[in-house]
């Protein structure tokens, strides 16, 4: 299984970056996928999943209303939308892949998930 992260750069406040996530080596609409982050010294935080039929999705609160997550399971790409960037936003953001089905509570902790990628900074700053 390998998970690539693509989009990140450096945007203004305010701006707007789409992160994608291929997916290979999976059978993909299997999978429940996340997006995660990290800046420097915290931990790992969710910031968005999709189940595998691209309905149903659940946002972290600080990015509610701002982020939008897709899927294309022809394409076993995953997407992450990115408006009204903030310098908060800043971090390494991960995809991440979940075999199975997992509660909504695990799906929001790291260990929710079996495969991962090597991360795509975002940098917002003016």
């Known amino acids: 299984v390998q998970l690539v992260e693509s989009g990140g750069g450096v945007v203004q406040p305010g701006g707007s970056l789409r992160l994608s996530c291929a997916a290979s080596?999976?059978?993909?609409?299997?999978?429940?996928m996340g997006w995660f982050r990290q800046s420097r010294g915290k931990e790992r935080e969710f910031v968005a999943l999709i189940r595998q039929s691209g309905i149903n999705r659940l946002y972290g609160n600080s990015v509610k209303g701002r982020f939008t997550i897709a899927r294309d399971n022809a394409q076993n790409t995953m997407y992450l939308q990115m408006n009204s960037l903030k310098p908060d936003d800043t971090a390494v953001y991960y995809c991440?892949?979940?075999?199975?089905?997992?509660?909504?509570?695990?799906?929001?902790?790291?260990?929710?998930?079996?495969?991962w990628g090597q991360g795509t900074q975002v940098t917002v700053s003016s």
């Open positions: 080596g999976m059978i993909f609409d299997t999978y429940t």
């Open positions: 991440a892949g979940s075999i199975g089905y997992r509660s909504d509570y695990d799906l929001q902790d790291t260990r929710g998930y079996d495969y």
